[in-house]
Nanobody, 127 residues
């Protein structure tokens, strides 16, 4: 089992920034690809960003490319999501997720591919 705990959400004005953190425990963190997803009220959960186990390869949804940055620190068992230039449409609950992978190039992009989920952290962007 892998336990994931997100933090760092909050209320911010449009154009502002936040840094989300996701602390993992329970297994060897560096064996897992990590992803960030979000879900707004009345909408499906969508992928925001993902990162491979070593941190050298990343994926971003088109809607956040150039504004959000995913990173990880395997020594601290933590994955981060830096959110810059926030827009009201970024308002959602943000979840981190983990999946055991066996190849460095693997970066799962869909929610169904992930096995472990955090409880989520609310991000609200006011206009």
């Amino acid at each position: 089992q892998v336990q994931l705990v997100e933090s760092g959400g909050g209320l911010v004005q449009a154009g502002g920034s936040l840094r989300l953190s996701c602390a993992a425990s329970g297994r060897t963190f560096s064996d897992y690809a990590m992803g960030w997803f979000r879900q707004a009220p009345g909408k499906e959960r969508e992928a925001v960003a993902a990162i491979n186990w070593k941190g050298g390869n990343t994926y971003y949804a088109d809607s956040v490319k150039g504004r959000f940055t995913i990173s990880r620190d395997n020594a601290k068992n933590t994955v981060y999501l830096q959110l810059n230039s926030l827009k009201p449409e970024d308002t959602a609950i943000y979840y981190c997720a983990a999946v055991r992978v066996y190849y460095d190039y693997v970066i799962p992009r869909s929610a169904s591919e992930y096995d472990y989920w955090g409880q989520g952290t609310q991000v609200t962007v006011s206009s």
